[in-house]
């Protein structure tokens, strides 16, 4: 079944070389979908097309704080393929730090990635979407977007920020099909965790294939209906 909803569709994944979106990447070519990845790495991007089987001119370097290589790179699949069917964001940047600790630059930093790169994509991507009058955007705001914690004032400002733009979005599409999922992940088990001086216990976290499989999972998700939000955490997390 999976594989017939999403045979020959466009899809489009952003950050296709994080351990979160390279097993989206993976079931989502598995259903036999026209996939285009981006990544900031250009090994693990290379790497991320061969072990997929995805030609190498659909793997794009890309920084999304960049808004004109975001523009150039919606043109440019646009002009191959007309208006994506899906688009994932699974791009982002992880920093939590106590306030007095956080400079301005780590803030803006945070913001220009998670935020404004997502303003970015949804920028230059939704458009033909909403022409077209179809299609899915999944966004990946985080528990953070939804429940703050300490140390997170930088980070849960960029995904809070991400919340709102979303559904101030959804109110210019409802004339349309063009659905917009957020997907609230809690306690992944990510490089994310990589360069942030915490004390965690991330044995007993989400695994990140576990999160892949969540994408994959809103990928399938019938026309007739959209799940807005969904939330994942580990078992030993408290409910929002």
Not at 95 to 120: Q, R, W
Not at 169 to 189: A, F, P, Q, S
Request: glycine share 8%; hydrophobic share 45%; with cysteine.
């Amino acid at each position: 079944m999976a594989v017939e909803i999403l045979a020959k569709k466009k899809v489009l994944i952003i950050g296709a070389t994080g351990g979160i979106g390279s097993e989206a990447t993976r079931l989502i070519r598995k259903g036999q979908a026209n996939v285009f990845i981006t990544g900031r790495n250009e090994e693990k991007l290379k790497q991320t097309a061969r072990d997929n089987d995805i030609p190498a001119e659909q793997a794009f370097l890309l920084d999304v704080t960049d808004a004109k290589a975001v523009q150039t790179l919606a043109t440019t699949i646009y002009d191959r393929v007309g208006p994506l069917d899906i688009l994932i964001n699974a791009a982002g940047i992880g920093y939590l730090n106590p306030l007095e600790n956080t400079g301005a630059e780590d803030f803006s930093k945070v913001i220009d990635v998670n935020l404004k790169g997502a303003f970015h994509l949804m920028r230059y991507f939704l458009p033909p979407m909403k022409e077209a009058r179809k299609g899915l955007v999944i966004n990946i705001p985080g528990v953070l977007g939804k429940a703050p914690m300490a140390g997170a004032a930088a980070y849960a400002a960029s995904k809070y920020g991400l919340n709102g733009m979303v559904k101030s979005i959804r109110e210019e599409l409802k004339r349309t099909e063009v659905r917009i999922t957020n997907l609230y992940l809690g306690g992944v088990d990510s490089d994310f965790w990589d360069n942030i001086d915490m004390r965690v216990n991330r044995d007993k976290f989400i695994n990140a294939k576990e999160a892949g499989r969540a994408i994959w999972f809103l990928c399938q998700q019938p026309v007739s209906g959209v799940v807005s939000e969904m939330v994942i955490q580990p078992f030993n997390h408290q409910a929002i």
